[in-house]
């Protein structure tokens, strides 16, 4: 099947997603265009980025650094505009066809929202949005007729497992998990470790951020929230693998018994590229998998009590309401406290549940009081790291 050639805007251009969807822009000029680029804060990156792709729309959302670039630049044919409120208008702006929303954490959510209120297809890099408001997005989604294409790998597995299936005969989603720098640790072990071994991933290269998400299974429990609602399912139906090569990224278990699995190389360029140019299959620079070199593909269950994130996600994902958007925020301030050296790597765990158990959930909450308890809960968090740091 053909593609027409479509135009993207990509929110978060800056960081691993971000960068890594420019390359599949460059590798398929004729099919991808890129309308708006979006950061935070990096405005030397975003400044090379503009000259490179002359984007008729940039953004900075961090004030400071759209004046900084403002007053080091004037571009011929892009209009610069800067401020939270600039970032969330990003994605809704007449000619952009899909929006690659890949910033980080829980400040993806108002923007993906805008641009699904604008009609624009989401190719959806930003778990957080999910996690914390899945029933107001999906359902909101649905009423603009608009896509939701997965970019995560194991997520752009199962759209790609169920691509022709009837949802109905879903028996379990696989969700497989690499297991992290630690795997088979006892938790005596993970006391002490540093930032540095926590970033050091077996086979993934990603964000700082995430890659700390991924050593505490937290990531994981994130990705078993989004599931259940991308796909409709319970979480019961939601297993998660630990698969140590990185090669399957996903599994689908259907009704009769059979399993299907989707296979390529730990190269993002790959579910990223499948969701700008979805439904059609074009050639990409990912490395090929090679079967007769390949040894051993292994699986094994995760260890829940000492990688206690996953546990908590799926606790906090059947209790509903406003509970994955408090855990969702104590994380993100407990792995920021730790990438920082305030707090230890375990204290990430301790973090989290202080501010669950602290806050009231809030059943069928809106997104206004999605808002207040995001915010609520990060100063939550706040107050119990000032706690473990004296």
């Not at 009590?305 to 059947?318: H, P």
């Amino acid at each position: 099947m053909g593609v027409t050639l479509k135009n993207i805007a990509i929110l978060g251009s800056t960081g691993s997603i971000g960068t890594q969807a420019l390359d599949v822009v460059c590798a398929h000029p004729e099919l991808l265009s890129v309308e708006v680029l979006a950061a935070h804060s990096n405005d030397q990156l975003l400044e090379k980025q503009i000259d490179e792709f002359n984007p008729p729309i940039a953004v900075l959302s961090d004030i400071a650094a759209y004046e900084r670039l403002r007053a080091r630049r004037t571009f011929r044919s892009t209009k610069l505009f800067g401020g939270r409120r600039a970032l969330i208008d990003a994605g809704t702006f007449d000619g952009v066809d899909i929006v690659l929303t890949s910033m980080s954490g829980f400040a993806g959510l108002e923007p993906t929202i805008a641009a699904i209120n604008a009609h624009k297809d989401i190719a959806l890099a930003n778990k957080e949005t999910l996690v914390a408001a899945g029933e107001i997005v999906m359902r909101r989604a649905e009423e603009c007729g608009v896509k939701i294409l997965p970019v995560d790998s194991e997520h752009g597995a199962f759209f790609q497992c169920l691509n022709g299936e009837d949802r109905r005969s879903i028996k379990k989603l696989l969700l497989t998990a690499s297991g992290g720098p630690f795997r088979g640790r006892a938790q005596s072990e993970l006391e002490n470790v540093t930032v540095d071994q926590v970033l050091a991933h077996p086979t993934w290269n990603m964000g700082r951020k995430i890659t700390v998400d991924s050593a505490t299974l937290v990531n994981k429990g994130l990705e078993v929230i989004e599931a259940k609602f991308l796909y409709g399912v319970d979480y019961d139906q939601i297993q998660v693998v630990v698969h140590p090569q990185s090669i399957v990224h996903s599994m689908v278990e259907f009704a009769d018994g059979s399993v299907i699995a989707q296979l390529a190389s730990t190269d993002m360029r790959l579910p990223i590229q499948y969701a700008l140019t979805y439904p059609a299959r074009i050639d990409s620079p990912v490395e090929r998998l090679d079967f007769w070199s390949m040894k051993a593909l292994t699986f094994e269950a995760p260890d829940p009590d000492t990688f206690r994130g996953l546990r908590i996600a799926y606790e906090v994902g059947r209790r509903g309401g406003s509970a994955p958007c408090v855990f969702n925020a104590a994380n993100e301030i407990a792995v920021g406290a730790f990438l920082d050296g305030r707090i230890k790597f375990l204290d990430i765990y301790r973090v989290i549940e202080g501010v669950l158990d602290r806050h009231a959930i809030v059943d069928s909450p809106t997104l206004e009081q999605l808002i207040d308890e995001n915010r609520s809960a990060r100063s939550e968090a706040d107050k119990i790291i000032s706690a473990l740091e004296h």
